[in-house]
């Protein structure tokens, strides 16, 4: 979430708050009425489009992180198998192919990863039969395989994520450029109704108004919005 976007939704909640709380001094207007109610629907979105795109990247990274470390862990159980029947047979390409290492696998990028993957895969189809000898049974083969046909799509999923919170923050741009226009279209022109019979409202709500940067020391706040008041 950028600093721009926290302080405005700090500024936001306090506007809410604000009119809230003298519910009674305008509730008899049906024009703040409708602005009020339009005001916190689009807030209420604004905050769940924030927590959307916390989450939209943070879960899918962590997600494949793991599941690439437990594919790594088991295409190494494999390969050291393949690597010994490559020895005891004397099939030198065999053995080649899977003398990789732990720290080998960790090194290899997600392209050079898959491309391991299909070539482990292939190696499977040929020699899985004969593995059992080494511990290596068809049911940690079968649990292998879809991990190995499935490593694109595991890389495929951040690019998605990522897609997708480029959606997630064009929606939450254009949400607050509609809640700053009912700020100052509607609420700005609006609150000078009460500026002689309810100043304590008119002033609370022009402090509210304030947006301040919380990300700089000493800030005092400016008030990008310009109220009318």
Sequence with gaps: MKKSTANKLNMYGSVLSVLNDHQATWQGIPAF??????????????????????????GVAIDKRLRITDLRERMLIVQHALFLLGRATGDVLLRERNNLTKTDLE??????????????????????????????????????????????????????????????????????????????????????????????????YTSARITIDYGNKGSKGNEPLNPAV
């Design 107 to 204: 090194d290899l990028r997600l392209t050079q990863l898959a491309a391991r993957s299909a070539e482990l895969k292939q190696d499977i189809d040929t020699y899985g039969p004969q593995l059992a000898v080494y511990g290596v049974t068809t049911q940690v083969l079968d649990e292998l395989i879809p991990l190995l046909e499935n490593v694109s799509e595991v890389n495929n999923s951040v690019r998605k994520a990522i897609i997708k919170r480029k959606g997630i923050t064009q929606s939450i741009k254009e949400l607050e450029q509609e809640l700053n226009e009912l700020l100052r279209v509607e609420f700005d022109r609006l609150i000078l109704v009460f500026k002689h019979s309810h100043p304590a409202f008119v002033e609370a």
């Design 33 to 58: 009425v409708s602005a009020k109610a339009a005001f916190e629907t689009k807030l209420n979105l604004l905050r769940v489009r924030v927590t959307e795109q916390l989450g939209a990247t943070t």
